[in-house]
């Protein structure tokens, strides 16, 4: 299992196929809080999106890598409820 203790604020998060995903913002609970102000993928952030730690494969070179392809993981974010 990787150690998700080394994640820390400001790292870029990037797919297994090395394509930016965003920025960590934080740790909440068992997922990876991004930055609102990261435009990953294209678009601007108006919330915090969430990436299950689950999803992380390795922390290296100031770089949180998934295990998945940014294409899927993307899919897996989930969008704070803004209440």
Avoid: C, Y
């Avoid at 740790?27 to 990876?32: A, N």
């Avoid at 991004?34 to 689950?54: C, E, M, N, V, Y």
Wanted: net charge negative; charged share 30%; proline share 2%.
């Amino acid at each position: 299992m990787t150690d998700t203790s080394k994640i820390r604020e400001r790292m870029e998060v990037v797919g297994a196929d090395g394509v930016h995903i965003g920025t960590v913002d934080g740790i909440e609970g068992k997922r990876i809080k991004l930055t609102k102000a990261d435009s990953g993928q294209g678009s601007h952030r108006r919330h915090h999106h969430f990436i299950p730690l689950s999803l992380v494969a390795e922390v290296d070179g100031g770089k949180v890598w998934l295990s998945a392809n940014s294409d899927v993981a993307v899919t897996f974010e989930e969008e704070k409820d803004p209440t």
